[in-house]
């Protein structure tokens, strides 16, 4: 279920007040996505018309107003489950992901909890794959006042020097490659991997290795999605790599 959090980086007492106030806001515009105002009206007891300012971001909850509504709504509202209802396999075991990783309230919310998990890791750097991942690797990057780094599939033109990664999709009998800019990592980084899916492992196996390549530290992975349980062994993550998904799911049992 969702707990409330406590301000990562910004420690002024008014400014954890604000967003404790804003939170609220953002997580009763999620609970708009799956109740109606007279049902949200039935669970807060507040007015229909309260409840759509808010919503409408007119005015904020006051504080004490805000720490019952996440009482209520972590009662209510997972994130896990929010992920869940927005997958839809198709026959040939692939979902669509279009509907979540475009669902940028969703991520932010995800994300908050992710940097929370990882606060204690020092992350100066979080890695991800073009191009799924890249939507909630910008929100945790953010959350975690660190610097994104984007491995793409193609040398970037201005880029003279870049550290390089092949790996080979499973099933797909082709080579790929993974660049990121020689200079973009050093020593000095603590690196987070984010991506939106893991299934088999490749990709994400390939950022391990460009992490390691460039002098980077490896602290800690997070898959808002796993798929079965083959890609954990593959990706040989160091023993000290802090690894958190937020579902978790089986392998469809109709792959063709």
Known sequence: MLHSGETLLIKEPHIIDLQRRM??????????????????HELTGLPITVLNRYVKGHVLPSRSRADELFK?????????????????????GYFNNTT????????????????????????????????????I?????????????????EREVGVKRFVEENYVPSFSGVVMTLYIPQDALSHKDNVLIVDDVVRTGETQKALVSLTEKAGGKLVGVFFLISIGEAWIKRMRLPNDCKLEILVRLPEPENIE
Not at 23 to 36: G, H, I, N, P, Q
């Open 137 to 153: 690797a910008v929100h945790v990057a953010n959350f975690l006042d660190a610097r994104l780094i984007i491995a793409k599939r």
């Open 100 to 135: 979540l990783i475009s669902d940028t309230l969703l991520l932010r919310l995800i994300a908050k909890k992710a940097a929370k998990s990882f606060s204690d890791k020092e992350v100066t750097v979080v890695l991800t794959a073009a191009v799924d991942g890249i939507p």
């Open 72 to 92: 209520l709504f972590a009662e209510k509202l997972s994130l896990e489950e929010e992920v869940i209802r927005r997958i839809r396999f198709d026959e040939k």
């Open 23 to 40: 939170e609220a806001v953002e997580l009763l515009k999620l609970m708009k996505e799956r109740y109606t105002y007279e049902e949200l």
